[in-house]
């Protein structure tokens, strides 16, 4: 699959669809959009999740903001992010949620990071993980446009789980520049610094 962005005129858009059916996602983009448009999510439509086939995580979004996007006939915002480890081959990428098993548990899917990592070297605490997390964002209107961008952030793995704020693999992934890890950072401190909000300062002007 190639992803083409089509060349969009500045549209001001009032009305969209979050294209996802994690909470942490909804809250994170949600609070991204100005308070003037009003948003919707899946629930509010009932709808699973599509089959996420891509190899990429611009793909990956692509695919699921079109598929919401046909289904309610909506401009559809969505989102495919996750962690890439360089050590572990930039793993695990695009399969980030799918290593907390069939309900997204991320304790373990953190505990199989630190269990990958041992694997690798015994003593890869007295390392440097380098680490990135990705965004990729695509807005994608009923008209059958749409535009996808992508956000990163560079830094490292902790050593242990740090933090009990955000979601995912917030509580390892320490940003460069910073000592502490997502995890520990206050949520609004966070949100406009991460790799989302990357991803979204490149597509505001829709909004």
């Known amino acids: 699959m190639k992803i083409k962005n089509f060349q969009i005129k500045k549209q001001n858009i ?7 059916n994690n909470k942490g996602k909804i809250k994170e983009i949600r609070d991204l959009i100005p308070n003037k448009v009003k948003i919707l999510s899946t629930g509010d439509f009932n709808l699973k999740s599509p089959k996420e086939n891509g190899k990429t995580f611009a793909e990956n979004s692509f695919i699921k903001a079109k598929y919401y996007s046909k289904k309610t006939n909506m401009v559809c915002i969505a ?3 996750g962690i890439e480890i360089d050590i572990l081959n930039k793993a695990p990428g695009i399969y980030s949620a799918r290593w907390g098993g069939k309900k997204g548990n991320f304790n373990l899917a953190m505990n199989k990071v630190y269990n990958e990592l041992s694997k690798k070297s015994k003593n890869w605490q007295n390392k440097k993980i380098k680490a990135r997390f ?4 695509t807005i994608f209107w009923s008209s059958s446009k749409f535009i996808t961008v992508t956000g990163k952030v560079e830094g490292s793995i902790s050593k242990k789980k ?11 992934f320490i940003p460069n520049g910073y000592k502490i890890t997502y995890g520990q950072m206050k949520y609004s401190k966070k949100i406009k610094k991460d790799h989302r ?4 300062r490149r597509i505001r002007k829709f909004f």
């Open 14 to 20: 009032s009305r969209i669809l979050i294209g996802s």
């Open 79 to 81: 989102d495919d992010s």
């Open 134 to 137: 990705v965004c990729a964002l």
């Open 162 to 172: 740090l933090g009990k704020n955000g979601f995912g693999y917030d509580p390892i």
């Open 197 to 200: 909000f990357k991803a979204f």
